[in-house]
T-cell receptor, first 112, second 113 residues
């Protein structure tokens, strides 16, 4: 069965500092991987996706993620966070007829 | 362009009542998914439609949950005899094809009292 682990429930980062959110997955085949962001009371917005090819993918809002097959990881990074980045971040795997499997999310807090 | 819309945005139901949650996907999107998101958790898959065909309903938690998409566009998730454990945000997502990124609606927050 596929699964996603986001080991950090909460992360606090100072505005302007760099950010890395961790994601590890378990999937039987070549995974489709996604990062979504959810602001309070909002739906999920797709930040970026990995299907194949270049293992470093660029997304919206200055985010990027790197697929590392040997580590079963798909960590999300941003070089300099803004206060507006405070939100809940979800890593997900899948994309077939059985839908996406999400991690439990990482709550990002931005300190001024 | 218009995204995925859901209605109502909030629903309060007394235990035992039936509820119906509506999803309007992005026009032309073949695939439609329903997810349940409990407080503090990630979304969990409920069911999947390809056009009007419900191809996977393995995530529906009980036979009180029923989903339909009769004309391959709008979908309704119905919960009969609601229980307190049904309280959650119900998210709908659509996709142009199955194995592509999904676009999510804002969700319906259901509170069962």
């Amino acid at each position: 069965a596929q699964s996603v682990t986001q080991p950090d429930i909460h992360i606090t980062v100072s505005e302007g500092a760099s950010l890395e959110l961790r994601c590890n997955y378990s999937y039987g085949a070549t995974p489709y991987l996604f990062w979504y962001v959810q602001s309070p009371g909002q739906g999920l917005q797709l930040l970026l996706k990995y299907f194949s090819g270049d293992t470093l993918v660029q997304g919206i809002k200055g985010f990027e993620a790197e697929f590392k097959r040997s580590q079963s990881s798909f960590n999300l990074r941003k070089p300099s966070v803004h206060w507006s980045d405070a939100a809940e971040y979800f890593c997900a795997v899948g994309g077939g007829a059985d839908g996406l499997t999400f991690g439990k999310g990482t709550h990002l807090i931005i300190q001024p | 362009g218009a995204g995925v819309s859901q209605s109502p945005r909030y629903k309060v139901a007394k235990r035992g009542q039936d509820v119906a949650l509506r999803c309007d996907p992005i026009s032309g999107h073949v695939s439609l998914f329903w997810y349940q998101q409990a407080l503090g958790q990630g979304p969990e898959f409920l069911t999947y439609f390809q056009n009007e065909a419900q191809l996977d309903k393995s995530g529906l938690p009980s036979d009180r949950f029923f989903a339909e998409r009769p004309e391959g566009s709008v979908s309704t998730l119905k919960i009969q005899r609601t229980q307190q454990e049904d309280s959650a945000v119900y998210l709908c997502a659509s996709s142009p094809r199955t194995a592509l990124e999904q676009y999510f609606g804002p969700g319906t927050r259901l509170t069962v009292t």
